[in-house]
């Protein structure tokens, strides 16, 4: 498997699910209200300006703010993408697709809960996910060194409870009291432009069909070739295989151009 991220070794988890979950909703109405011809700076100042949320507190706009640029602005391309897919009417299940896959890849200890957790007992046969099954590998990671800061038993669990709520959010579990793994739904085109992003990230074809971050939604290798297959027969990009020589090309040079492409495509 790859590894394109940074070592173990190293204190990499935060706490910071506690302040947010999946906020779909908000993100949706962000997105929806975002001016692409602004700075990013520029429109989270005019979006508190005119409280967008319409009656929460200053500090919780200031926060989700926060967290939506932390998400989806960190590097403005990703941002571009999905604020043109929203403003182009793309399908909802494009777009929850999307937030979730950049929502973990913002945040470790989500995506690495995932991967290393919710993913093996999905694999072994195991449907049913409790908190306390998170807090434990939690606590692991802790007696381990990677949190960033200290945690005491009160901020592992929060933690926990977060990540059952954000994964909740985004489909990736069901139930309210008793979760379950749920079934999670990728179509084509979000696909396609994740691996656009991943062919950005990792370069290599054969880095992109193997890459772990396709355990967030639970797809083997074999699963990640058939998406391509499709993707390939829809003309959204060109793959092809040649033993271990993968080659992936796509019709755009940046993200943002290839959602354009994507909506024209398919939409």
Request: charged residues 25%; without cysteine; hydrophobic residues 40%.
């Amino acid at each position: 498997m790859t590894q394109d991220i940074t070592q173990a070794s190293e204190p990499i988890y935060t706490s910071r699910i506690i302040k947010a979950s999946a906020l779909i909703p908000d993100t949706k109405v962000l997105l929806s209200e975002w001016d692409l011809t602004q700075s990013v700076t520029e429109n989270l100042d005019r979006l508190q300006r005119e409280n967008i949320f319409g009656k929460a507190s200053r500090r919780r706009v200031i926060d989700i703010l926060k967290i939506f640029r932390q998400r989806y602005f960190a590097d403005p391309d990703i941002g571009g993408a999905l604020v043109t897919l929203a403003q182009g009417g793309a399908p909802a299940q494009w777009l929850d697709s999307l937030l979730y896959f950049f929502s973990a890849q913002n945040d470790r200890t989500l995506r690495d809960t995932v991967i290393e957790v919710v993913h093996p007992r999905k694999m072994a046969g195991y449907n049913d996910l409790t908190v306390e099954y998170v807090n434990r590998h939690l606590n692991e990671w802790v007696t381990e060194g990677k949190m960033t800061t200290a945690w005491n038993k009160e901020t592992t669990g929060r933690v926990a409870q977060g990540i059952m709520a954000t994964l909740r959010d985004f489909g990736v579990l069901q139930g309210t009291v008793n979760k379950r793994i749920a079934p999670v739904f990728l179509p084509t085109p979000a696909f396609a432009l994740i691996a656009f992003w991943l062919k950005q990230r990792d370069r290599s074809g054969d880095r992109v069909l193997q890459s772990d971050d396709w355990k967030l939604f639970f797809l083997p290798v074999e699963g990640v070739e058939r998406f391509f297959i499709e993707a390939h027969q829809e003309h959204l990009l060109s793959y092809h295989a040649a033993g271990s020589v993968i080659r992936i090309d796509f019709p755009a040079e940046t993200l943002t151009d290839y959602a354009r492409f994507l909506l024209e495509k398919v939409g």
